[in-house]
């Protein structure tokens, strides 16, 4: 289909966070200067049921959680500020031989890669960790009255889609049973 959509993973809790508000509102603001933008679609099941009416103003609200394991069918923006290191994975996991059509703005898989042992990374998040190989990432400006609201956001473009592989599956399984614990404070 022509035209863009937009995925935002992990929003938080807009009634108590000042982070996802600000986050939304920006959201919200590139939603309404971007009518190439044909729909945006959110998930988090944090949401009280008054934050989900307030938020669907915005944006479709899906009822199901599809761990960002979704195939696009066309360009889309995956807007995921501060998700965890396995929701970018399922992101690229399920678009591995399409990612020219995804295009990320959250945290840099660089700094991942630089501030994680690499067998963390294989073992854990294995195509994050191979993304990088065949994306660029620009940084955010720094806002300085909010540095926590977008502190390590990037930009991220895959330069080319990457063949889906046997090789790639069979070397690094993904074991749903040793899931990452992720603090985020």
């Not at 923006?77 to 059509?101: A, E, G, T």
């Not at 895959?158 to 074991?175: A, M, Q």
């Amino acid at each position: 289909s022509s035209g863009i959509n937009a995925e935002y993973g992990g929003i938080g809790k807009l009634a108590s966070c000042k982070l996802a508000q600000y986050q939304f509102a920006v959201l919200v603001n590139i939603l309404k200067r971007s009518p190439q933008i044909n729909r945006c679609l959110l998930y988090d099941p944090v949401l009280s049921q008054s934050e989900t009416d307030h938020v669907a103003q915005h944006v479709e609200v899906m009822s199901a959680n599809d761990r960002c394991s979704r195939r696009v069918t066309c360009n889309t923006l995956f807007y995921m500020i501060h998700s965890s290191k396995r929701m970018y994975d399922n992101v690229l996991k399920s678009n591995w031989d399409q990612l020219k059509l995804c295009t990320i703005v959250g945290n840099s898989f660089q700094s991942y890669v630089t501030h994680t042992t690499d067998s963390c990374l294989l073992r854990l998040v294995p195509h994050l960790f191979r993304s990088t190989d065949h994306s660029n990432e620009v940084e955010l400006p720094k806002f300085v009255s909010y540095p926590n609201v977008f502190n390590n956001t990037v930009i991220i473009n895959f330069l080319s889609s990457v063949e889906s592989n046997e090789i790639f599956k069979s070397t690094f399984p993904v074991d749903s049973s040793q899931d990452e614990m992720e603090i985020i404070l």
